[in-house]
């Protein structure tokens, strides 16, 4: 599918040709359905030809990239669909406009509407969850946050007590059994973990809630990092994140309180959890 750009029509390129300033860079406005799926409104670049939105996956070796054609949108920009069906690699993908015979152009972000994912709850009917999350760089460019997990544990409410964290979420993609624990893993020093007990909820077996105690992580200082094990030692070991919300990045937004508790061999530890950049639930103990 092609697409025809015309020049001027909404991002000031026709006045910058006038008076020979630097063209602004094309914008983005994109919406989010609660499937998955992304829409790209691309204002108009200047440039004649077919055109595509295009997504590149940061940091990869060999380059990864997904090409979507834009075709006008009836009001002067051009639009690119990314449907649930389409699979992203997790990860960080940076967003382009790309004219044949042209450079590809990063674009700017605009209004993004991520309302259809507040409190979202997908099915798992497809045995994965997969979340894309536009946001702007620091750098004031547009990408897309994406996780692709399968099984996902979801976390939701955390409840912060003196003597540990209890937690609630949702398992997708797998089921809970009667062995099912949560598994608290000392970064960097394998086998080195801590199991806390699991619930499961009354009315729906895929709603579980743990209560994780802080006396046995306040033995190891660093980072343990949290994962949900449905079926015991025999099953899957899945890494309790919070992906099903319109937040691209949890760690600065989402903090809780530090508690003291008493450490191996006298004195006090400082004992919290927080988001990692990848959104996964750790805890971290100085």
């Not at 394998?190 to 743990?210: H, I, M, Y």
């Not at 449905?230 to 994140?241: N, Q, S």
């Given at each position: 599918?092609?697409a025809v750009?015309?020049r001027?029509?909404l991002d000031?390129?026709q006045?910058?040709?006038?008076t020979?300033a630097?063209?602004?860079p094309?914008r983005?406005?994109c919406?989010a359905?609660?499937?998955?799926?992304?829409t790209?409104?691309v204002t108009?670049p200047?440039?004649g030809g077919?055109a595509?939105l295009?997504?590149?996956?940061r940091?990869?070796?060999?380059p990864?990239e997904?090409?979507l054609?834009l075709?006008?949108?009836?009001?002067?920009?051009?639009?690119?669909?990314l449907?649930?069906?389409v699979?992203?690699?997790?990860?960080?993908w940076?967003?382009y406009?790309?004219?044949a015979?042209?450079e590809?152009?990063r674009l700017?972000?605009?209004?993004n509407?991520?309302?259809?994912l507040?409190?979202r709850?997908p099915?798992?009917?497809?045995?994965?969850?997969?979340?894309?999350i536009?946001?702007a760089t620091?750098q004031?460019n547009?990408?897309?946050?994406?996780?692709?997990?399968?099984p996902?544990?979801?976390v939701?409410?955390l409840a912060?007590?003196?003597?540990?964290?209890?937690?609630h979420?949702?398992?997708?993609?797998?089921a809970?059994?009667?062995a099912?624990?949560?598994?608290?893993?000392l970064?960097?020093e394998?086998g080195?973990v801590?199991?806390?007990?699991?619930t499961?909820?009354?009315a729906d077996?895929s709603?579980?809630r743990f209560?994780?105690?802080y006396g046995?992580?306040?033995?190891g200082?660093?980072?343990w990092?949290l994962w949900?094990?449905?079926a015991?030692?025999?099953?899957?070991?899945?890494?309790?994140?919070r992906l099903?919300?319109?937040?691209a990045d949890?760690k600065?937004i989402f903090t809780?309180?530090?508690k003291?508790?008493p450490?191996?061999?006298g004195?006090?530890?400082?004992?919290g959890?927080?988001?990692?950049v990848?959104?996964?639930?750790?805890?971290?103990?100085?």
């Amino acid at each position: 599918m092609t697409a025809v750009f015309t020049r001027g029509t909404l991002d000031g390129s026709q006045e910058a040709a006038d008076t020979g300033a630097q063209p602004l860079p094309p914008r983005a406005d994109c919406i989010a359905d609660s499937a998955g799926g992304l829409t790209f409104d691309v204002t108009d670049p200047g440039e004649g030809g077919a055109a595509h939105l295009l997504l590149r996956l940061r940091e990869s070796d060999p380059p990864v990239e997904v090409r979507l054609p834009l075709t006008p949108a009836g009001d002067g920009r051009l639009r690119a669909a990314l449907p649930s069906s389409v699979e992203l690699p997790e990860g960080r993908w940076n967003a382009y406009a790309e004219v044949a015979g042209g450079e590809p152009r990063r674009l700017m972000p605009g209004v993004n509407d991520l309302r259809s994912l507040v409190d979202r709850a997908p099915s798992g009917s497809r045995g994965h969850v997969a979340v894309r999350i536009p946001y702007a760089t620091k750098q004031g460019n547009l990408s897309v946050r994406a996780w692709l997990r399968a099984p996902h544990a979801e976390v939701g409410e955390l409840a912060i007590e003196a003597a540990g964290l209890t937690g609630h979420g949702r398992v997708y993609g797998t089921a809970l059994t009667g062995a099912a624990y949560v598994e608290a893993g000392l970064r960097g020093e394998a086998g080195r973990v801590v199991r806390a007990p699991v619930t499961a909820g009354p009315a729906d077996t895929s709603e579980f809630r743990f209560d994780l105690g802080y006396g046995a992580l306040a033995e190891g200082a660093g980072i343990w990092n949290l994962w949900l094990r449905p079926a015991g030692e025999e099953g899957p070991r899945i890494r309790l994140a919070r992906l099903l919300d319109d937040v691209a990045d949890k760690k600065p937004i989402f903090t809780y309180p530090v508690k003291r508790v008493p450490a191996r061999g006298g004195g006090t530890a400082e004992v919290g959890p927080y988001y990692t950049v990848d959104n996964d639930l750790s805890v971290r103990v100085a």
